[in-house]
C-alpha cells in the first residue's frame, strides 16, 4: 500500500495528510525516460466496436525538462499600478465600462509616440484581461470591401516553421510573435517570470497580415494547457445522460481563467500591433519538487481503450503539460497530464456528422472538437460522467517517496 498527498499550502508551512488508497502500480518512470518513449510516431489503424475506422498518425510533444513539480499558483486581478508603469498616467484615460462595470479600461495613446493601447482589467477573480496596441507610424491602413475573418492555413507548434517568414513582402515570422507576446505582456506582470509558448498557429494573409497564435504560459519549462472542467466543455445532460452537478457550471473559471478559443489567441499583425486577451498564473510554492510518471505504452492504452470503445473518432495532437485542479482549500494546483486533443462522442454510438463547409476548416473549431485528459501519473482517462462532483478535484499526488516505501 502507498500513501496519498492531499495538494496542501498554507502560507508557512505545507502539512501533509496521509491516507490509504490503491496498491502502488507496477512500474513508474521519470521524465527524461518518458521523453525517450515518447520520442515516436503513433501511427496506427483502429477499428471499435461498431465498426468505423480510426486513423492515428500524431508525434507526442512534451516538453524537454528534468523534472515535473507539482506547483501551487495564484490568480490575482491585474493592478492599475501595473498598466500605468508601463504608459504614463498623462497619457491614459481611464473608464469603466458601460455594459460590464467590473471592467475598467485603461485608454493609452502617446502622440508624441504616435501610439495607442488599451488595457481591460475586470475586477472579478478568474476573468480575462484584454490587451491592444498599434504603433500608428507603421499600421498598414490598406481598405477593402471584403469582409475579412481571422481564418487561413492552421499548424501545429511542432510543425510550423517558426523562423519562417510565411508573408511576402514581410520578415516576420511566428517566433517573431512568440518573442513579441512575451516582452510586451510580460511588462505588464514584472513579477510572473511570463513564458509564452505557442500550442497552435495559424497564417492568416488578410489585407493587414496576422499569424494567430495559440498562447499557453510555461511554469519552469511546462505548459499550462487547459482547466480540469474543459474536457466537460461543449457537453449536455441529454448527450452526458445525467444531471451536471452544480460544480460543474463555472467550471472551474473563476480560479483560473478560460483556455478555450479565441481566449489566448495571440493576434501578431506584422505591422507591430497585437491584441489578446488572457489572465497568466503566479506560481507561489511548488509542492512537490519532482514526481513519477506512468510509461508512455500506458497511456497509448488508455487512449486505445477510448477509441476502440467508439469514443474518440481523430486524435489530432498528445501534448504532455499541466492541467489546473482545485485543493480542497480552493487553491490552484498544477497536476501533470496528457491532453489528447480528439474529437470526442460522450455517446459512442453517435455518428459524426460531416460538413463540406468545416472540411478545410480550424482542428480546434470542429464542432465535436474536445480537449480530453489522461492522468500522467496513473494512465488513468479522465471522463467527466465518472469524476462528476470530483471533476475539479487534484487527482492524488504520488511522490517518489510513496512508490518506494
Same mark, same amino acid.
Given at each position: 500500500m502507498f500513501k496519498k498527498i492531499p495538494a496542501l499550502m498554507l502560507l508557512c508551512a505545507i502539512p501533509w495528510v496521509i491516507g490509504m488508497t490503491k496498491p502502488v502500480r507496477a512500474e513508474y518512470i521519470g521524465i527524461n525516460e518518458l521523453q525517450t518513449e515518447a520520442n515516436i510516431e503513433w501511427k496506427k489503424d483502429y477499428v471499435d466496436r461498431y465498426g468505423r475506422t #480510426?486513423? %492515428?498518425? #500524431? @508525434? &507526442? *510533444? *512534451? &516538453?524537454? #525538462? /528534468?523534472k515535473v513539480p507539482i506547483q501551487i499558483m495564484e490568480n490575482q486581478i491585474l493592478p492599475v499600478e501595473n498598466v500605468l508603469n508601463i504608459y504614463p498616467q498623462s497619457m491614459v484615460q481611464e473608464e469603466i465600462d458601460k455594459i460590464d462595470e467590473e471592467v475598467v479600461i485603461l485608454h493609452y495613446l502617446n502622440q508624441e509616440r504616435n501610439e495607442r493601447g488599451a488595457v481591460y482589467i475586470c475586477q472579478e477573480g478568474g476573468k480575462l484581461v484584454l490587451f491592444e496596441y498599434d504603433d500608428l507610424n507603421t499600421k498598414i491602413k490598406k481598405t477593402t470591401t471584403k469582409l475579412e475573418s481571422f481564418s487561413g492555413i492552421q499548424y501545429c507548434s511542432n510543425e510550423v516553421e517558426r523562423l519562417y517568414p510565411y508573408f511576402d513582402g514581410y520578415d516576420f515570422t511566428v517566433q517573431d510573435s512568440i518573442d513579441c507576446a512575451n516582452k510586451a505582456l510580460g511588462k505588464f506582470? &514584472? /513579477?510572473? $517570470?511570463?513564458d509564452l509558448d505557442i500550442t497552435w498557429a495559424m497564417i492568416v494573409p488578410n489585407t493587414r497580415p496576422c499569424y494567430v497564435c495559440t498562447l499557453r504560459q510555461k511554469i519552469d519549462g511546462i505548459p499550462i494547457l487547459m482547466g480540469a472542467g474543459d474536457i466537460a466543455r461543449g457537453t449536455n445532460e441529454k448527450e452526458m445522460g445525467f444531471k451536471f452537478p452544480k460544480s460543474w457550471k463555472t467550471k472551474g473559471e473563476e480560479y483560473w481563467g478560460g483556455f478555450i478559443r479565441p481566449l489566448w489567441d495571440f493576434i501578431a499583425y506584422v505591422d507591430g500591433g497585437y491584441q489578446i486577451q488572457f489572465r497568466p498564473l503566479k506560481k507561489i510554492v511548488s509542492l512537490v519538487d519532482d514526481v513519477p510518471l506512468c510509461t508512455f505504452d500506458e497511456v497509448i492504452s488508455s487512449v486505445e481503450k477510448q477509441i476502440e470503445h467508439g469514443n474518440i473518432r481523430n486524435v489530432y495532437e498528445m501534448r504532455f503539460g499541466?492541467?489546473?485542479?482545485?485543493d480542497e482549500n480552493g487553491q490552484i494546483v498544477l497536476y501533470p497530464v496528457w491532453q489528447i486533443e480528439c474529437d470526442y462522442f460522450f455517446n459512442p454510438k453517435e455518428e459524426q456528422k460531416h460538413y463540406a463547409e468545416m472540411e478545410d476548416g480550424q482542428v480546434t473549431l470542429g464542432l465535436d472538437?474536445? @480537449?480530453? *485528459? %489522461? $492522468?500522467?501519473? @496513473?494512465?488513468e482517462f479522465m471522463n467527466p460522467a465518472d469524476l462528476k462532483d470530483n471533476l475539479l478535484k487534484c487527482p492524488d499526488i504520488i511522490t517518489w517517496n510513496d512508490i518506494t516505501r
Open positions: #480510426v486513423s %492515428v498518425d #500524431v @508525434t &507526442p *510533444i *512534451i &516538453p524537454q #525538462v /528534468d506582470f &514584472p /513579477d510572473y $517570470n511570463l499541466y492541467c489546473c485542479y482545485l472538437y474536445h @480537449t480530453m *485528459i %489522461v $492522468n500522467a501519473q @496513473t494512465g
